[in-house]
T-cell receptor, first 116, second 109 residues
Framework: DAGITQSPRHKVTETGTPVTLRCHQT?????MYWYRQDPGHGLRLIHY???????DKGEVSDGYSVSRSKTEDFLLTLESATSSQTSVYFC???????????????FGEGSRLTVL | KNEVEQSPQNLTAQEGEFITINCSYSVGISALHWLQQHPGGGIVSLFM???GKKKHGRLIATINIQEKHSSLHITASHPRDSAVYIC???????????FGKGTRLHILP
């Protein structure tokens, strides 16, 4: 199994508070992704990173920021959480992007966030 | 219209049946992924392919690039195969990964 861990796994917070989710990998993979999964929507990309300090927005990036200061860590921050950000968040990693041989995705176990 | 469409959305079958889940996409791709998610569980990559067919145990994935279509087959289905199966594609133009909404499979004993 790929070494990828997310923390915290569960969090309940109040509207307006900041929240940071951490994704940690031990695989030295270049690409890291943050997705949210909601009923009826499937997985949607929030932000992704293609190297240290190299990040880009996904389709649902509003209200979220990310940072990657080390290869192994990708942080997702909700500066001021809202109820619409209640979701399950998944981190994923891949060695490369687009390659049919090295682009396999490995997912963390998910972080369930509830914003009251 | 979603760029990745899966069918059926839900499927219930008896143990032992042959299962087919379909995925159609509308963009040029460099790879297609099949993923599995058990209830309350994490997401596991089953296959990644760009052409032809791949087999792993009772699972077979095929792709037809010209028709922009892929199928996931499960032979001799078992209740432990009950899960959500997700199709995703990596866009050739921008390497963005686009996910289908998943197919919920329930195998009855």
């Amino acid at each position: 199994d790929a070494g990828i861990t997310q923390s915290p796994r569960h969090k309940v917070t109040e509207t307006g508070t900041p929240v940071t989710l951490r994704c940690h990998q031990t695989e030295n993979h270049r690409y890291m992704y943050w997705y949210r999964q909601d009923p009826g929507h499937g997985l949607r990309l929030i932000h992704y990173s293609y190297g240290v300090k190299d990040t880009d927005k996904g389709e649902v990036s509003d209200g979220y920021s990310v940072s990657r200061s080390k290869t192994e860590d990708f942080l997702l921050t909700l500066e001021s959480a809202t109820s619409s950000q209640t979701s399950v968040y998944f981190c994923a990693i891949s060695e490369s992007s687009g390659s049919a041989t090295t682009g396999e995705l490995f997912f963390g176990e998910g972080s369930r966030l509830t914003v009251l | 219209k979603n760029e990745v469409e899966q069918s059926p959305q839900n499927l219930t079958a008896q143990e032992g049946e042959f299962i087919t889940i379909n995925c159609s996409y509308s963009v040029g791709i460099s790879a297609l992924h099949w993923l599995q998610q058990h209830p309350g569980g994490g997401i596991v990559s089953l296959f990644m392919l760009s052409s032809g067919k791949k087999k792993h145990g009772r699972l077979i994935a095929t792709i037809n690039i010209q028709e922009k279509h892929s199928s996931l087959h499960i032979t001799a289905s078992h209740p432990r195969d009950s899960a959500v199966y997700i199709c995703a594609v990596t866009g050739r133009r921008d390497d963005k990964i686009i996910f289908g909404k998943g197919t919920r499979l329930h195998i009855l004993p």
